[in-house]
């Protein structure tokens, strides 16, 4: 076989030592939403957790651009991320912002090779990670940016942030 673009039918899944789940705090756009859903199809995020709005999971946008991920990847909804968080850290899941703060960490400097278990908290796509979550996680991380704007698109952050994590 050459250079020649793999199918679905001659994939094959990667086995992953660290267990990583995301959870989305007050997001609500149907195309970020059905993107994630992708994405964690990808890298393997064993559930998502949405927290703070209910999702459309009939929503056109979101099947579309998640192309029937959202059918494979485990999700639930959580009404109060506080208490999932508690949850989560009491089950040994060291929990990661995605956030620029005046504290956060440069994801490409934070060091995951002993962790085995993952939450990963993204946030509202003009806001961010809400400050009462942020009070509460172990670590904030944020990816360096080169240009003039402070942020970009939250699916693609995660998309950056979940490759950065499992490298």
Same mark, same amino acid.
């Given at each position: 076989?050459?250079? /020649?673009?793999?199918?679905? /039918? ?45 999702? /459309? ?15 494979? +990847? ?10 999932? #968080?508690?949850?989560l850290h009491t089950a040994s899941y060291t929990s990661i912002a ?13 060091d995951t090779s002993k962790l085995h278990k993952i939450a990963l ?7 961010? +990670?809400? =400050?009462?979550? #942020?009070?509460? +996680?172990?670590?904030? #991380?944020?990816?360096?940016?080169y240009g003039d704007n402070s942020s970009m698109n939250v699916a693609?952050?995660? =998309? ?8």
């Open positions: 076989m050459g250079n /020649d673009q793999l199918t679905h /039918d001659n994939h094959t899944t990667k086995v992953v030592a660290t267990e990583i789940i995301l959870i989305c705090d007050h997001l609500k756009g149907p195309a970020n939403i059905g993107a994630i859903f992708r994405l964690c199809d990808a890298f393997q995020v064993s559930e998502i957790i949405f927290s703070g709005v209910a999702i /459309d999971i009939n929503s056109n946008r979101l099947k579309k651009t998640a192309r029937n991920t959202q059918r494979m +990847v485990r999700f639930r909804e959580s009404e109060n991320l506080a208490i999932t #968080l508690e949850k995605l956030e620029i703060t005046a504290k956060s960490i440069d994801i490409k400097q934070f908290i993204i946030g509202d796509e003009n806001y961010g +990670v809400s =400050a009462t979550v #942020l009070e509460k +996680v172990h670590h904030t #991380l944020h990816i360096p940016m693609q952050a995660t =998309a950056i942030a979940l490759y950065a994590l499992r490298s």
